[in-house]
């Protein structure tokens, strides 16, 4: 809650207690005890400013302008420690095994617009004996650069990641006390509508940090963001029929006018006060940022092209990698001779490929046999999740592997209007179980939990009101109507570092008072309305009013919880090389956490409600017993719950009605299938291993 809205809320408080306290001593009346009570509303009022002043005070102990560079510097050292550790385990999955990794080289890019300055060329530093000694290491390149900005392109499986990856772990293992975190941030799902720095914020908080602190980090420019997809925001070329363009390479054309990536390079070239000192690192694919216009480019930036593979080289690595084994040496001796292969080995995605398919078995020589790229391709790719299951012992057929990644990627290419998405989030998942079908399941159990909440208070009394049951039943249909319209997206997460913490504390200390302050103001509304009816004789709208006030002061109090940031507490707080919704305990634990507060925050704006209404001589309380206040409150608490969070609940329904399109661990298949190669973690979301692999799985059903 915001310092504005906390003395508002204040200030209407007192102006009513006192208003109300003012009406009652004119109109006489009263004996002691009557004057005492009038009394006390009033100081509980100012009571409430005195305890909204002591909390400012205690916010003073927060960091201040002066000093919120020290915080942020503290804050930085911690989220650098936890990004190392999660960039180490990504660089692992991307590489293998391999003890001899390959040097990727790149070369500075004479074609664009405003560009910086720096070395001409560049490397990323491998293990094997072709490492060169000249270039400057991709981290030593880009502090060399005249601008903090960096812009890297390559081919189709150059190895972009890979080096965005090694980027990430060389600056923050030489990192100094001043220099930014780097926080590799993917591009494709940005909502432009969404200022970058809000984005920015929300990727350093997904990072394993509090939304305070990874504010003073981005405010303080602690904060290296490392853009990668932003040739995946855009759809590619189609011809006239709407069928896509593809180019000689099998791929699709770019467009030129790419509306969603020149939005984006706009924002980043007018981002901050000093555009050429906003550090940033951008990756794109080569054909994609050339298509695009030259002077809508990155403005202030260096930028570089990683170039192909030495033929050489790659016939020395894969003599280091299989030195002892007869099968590779006759591979090396051939490829001299195989044009199409060499071609597509000099990208480190396909010799990845071709090393995890041959790895244990089979005769790499067999792939001279395919004159086409097309062919030689699509064998690999057929063979490289057979060979991904034999290195890595697991409960899963290849065949069942393959369905269920099929299934995925067919999800993810028809998920979307605006073209292919390339991120897997697993709480988005759930479509693949049918839309129509998952949505009415999740109807109908999110009623049954809602009639499970309050009937038994319903039918606690011999004889149940009438229209107790009608309201119970009403509040089903609305649960079920609202919940089926639902998207599902990103749940609630709650781990137990973060349940119990200062962030929880605060918390807590923000929802009191609300419940207390929207407690009284319902039940303050509904005097006047019951004096009005009174008036003109509506007796009937006189005895429900009680009902009314308790209903509305805890909808009213629960819809500002919602508003004082629990969401955004325990939503997002994920480690970078975990999907968002794997640890699904965590989501389920996170429904009740909220509920916890749900449920408190109802009590204590029906108490105050209760109370209120008590020094009203036209409202009688006495017509409202009060296990039936209580139904009511419930009713609202439980009506709000149910709707407002239920990602454990959908994910529960969600398997229910799979029927073995996918594993019902699906948590633990996503995790085999990262360690295993299949997937790399962008963000905190999964993905494929290469978006080739993905397009093929889908057009392969």
């Known amino acids: 809650m915001t310092r504005a809205l906390r003395w508002l809320i204040t200030g209407l408080v007192i102006a009513g207690a006192a208003g ?91 074609r664009d617009e405003l560009p910086g300055t720096g070395p001409e060329r560049g490397q990323v530093e491998g293990s094997g004996p072709v490492a060169e000694a000249g270039p400057p290491g991709v981290a030593a390149y880009y502090r060399a650069c005249s601008k903090p900005r960096l812009v890297v392109t390559g081919a189709p499986g150059a190895g972009k990641t890979v080096l965005s990856v090694k980027l990430v772990r060389d600056l923050i293992e030489k990192r100094g006390p001043d220099d930014p975190v780097p926080v590799r941030v993917p591009l494709a799902e940005w909502d432009l509508k969404v200022p970058f720095e809000k984005l920015l914020i929300g990727y350093v908080i997904r990072a394993g940090t509090s939304e305070e602190r990874a504010e003073w980090m981005v405010n303080n420019g602690l904060i290296l963001p490392v853009l990668d997809g932003l040739d995946e925001m855009d759809p590619g070329r189609t011809g006239t029929d709407g069928n896509p363009l593809y180019g000689p390479d099998g791929q699709q054309l770019p467009h030129p006018e790419a509306p969603r990536a020149l939005a984006a390079l706009n924002m980043l070239s007018n981002h901050g006060d000093t555009v050429s000192e906003f550090p940033l690192v951008l990756l794109c694919r080569t054909a994609h940022y050339d298509a695009l216009p030259r002077l809508k480019r990155l403005e202030h930036a260096v930028g570089v092209d990683i170039d192909p593979l030495d033929q050489e080289h790659v016939a020395a690595h894969l003599s280091k990698v ?21 071609e597509i080995l000099a990208t480190p995605w396909w010799l990845f490929l071709v090393k995890a398919v041959y790895h244990r078995r089979g005769d790499p020589s067999e792939l001279f046999a395919h004159s086409t790229a097309p062919a030689l391709k699509d064998h690999l790719l057929s063979l490289f999740i057979p060979a991904v299951v034999d290195l890595r012992p697991s409960p899963y057929h290849a065949e069942r592997v393959q369905g269920w990644l099929t299934m995925i990627a067919c999800h993810l290419r028809d998920g979307l209007p605006a073209g292919e998405s390339v991120d897997i989030h697993q709480p988005r998942l759930w479509p693949i179980a049918g839309v129509d079908r998952v949505r009415h399941t999740d109807a109908v159990a999110a009623a049954l939990v809602y009639l499970a909440l309050v009937l038994p208070l319903v039918l606690l009394r011999e004889r149940p009101e009438s229209w107790l ?79 009314l006030a308790m209903l509305w002061s805890v909808l009213l109090g629960l819809l500002l919880v919602r508003g004082v940031g629990i969401t955004h507490t325990f939503t997002g707080t994920y480690p970078p090389d975990v999907n968002t919704a794997v640890r699904w305990r965590h989501v389920l634990r996170g429904d009740l956490l909220y509920g916890c507060f749900t449920f408190l925050v109802a009590g204590l704006s029906m108490a105050v409600a209760w109370w209120t209404l008590s020094f009203s001589d036209v409202i009688a309380l006495s017509s409202m017993p009060a296990l039936d206040a209580l139904t009511i409150g419930l009713i609202g608490a439980a009506l709000r719950w149910v709707v407002d969070f239920g990602g454990g609940r959908r994910y529960l329904v969600f398997l229910l009605c799979l029927r073995g399109r996918l594993p019902y661990r699906l948590g633990r298949f996503l995790r085999w299938s990262h360690k295993g190669g299949l997937l790399r973690t962008s963000g905190g979301a999964y993905q494929f291993r290469h978006r080739e692999f993905q397009q093929w799985l889908a057009q392969h059903i």
């Open 469 to 547: 049951i009608a309201t119970a039943g009403l509040g089903a249909l609305l649960v079920a109507w609202d919940v089926s319209r639902q998207g599902g997206d990103f749940p609630m997460c709650a781990p137990w570092g973060r349940v119990f913490s200062t962030t929880t504390l605060n918390l807590v200390i923000d929802i009191v008072p609300v419940g207390l302050v929207f407690g009284g103001l319902g039940a303050l509304a509904a005097i006047p309305v019951g004096w009005l009816a009174n008036a003109l004789s509506l007796d009937s709208i006189v005895s429900v009013l009680p009902a």
């Open 20 to 110: 109300w306290a003012l009406i009652q001593l004119l109109r006489g009346g009263q004996n002691a005890s009557d004057t005492s009570s009038i009394v006390s509303m009033v100081f509980a009022a100012v009571g409430l400013a005195v305890a909204v002043a002591g909390w400012e005070a205690a916010l003073k102990g927060l960091p201040q302008p002066e000093d919120a560079l020290q915080f942020a510097r503290s804050a930085a050292e911690t989220l650098a420690k936890k990004i190392l550790a999660a960039e180490r385990k990504q660089f692992r999955a991307l590489v293998g095994r391999d003890e001899a990794q390959l040097t990727l080289t790149f070369t500075r890019r004479p």
């Open 322 to 342: 299989f030195k002892d084994e007869e099968r590779w040496q006759r591979f090396v001796l051939g490829l001299p001779a195989a044009e199409v292969l060499r």
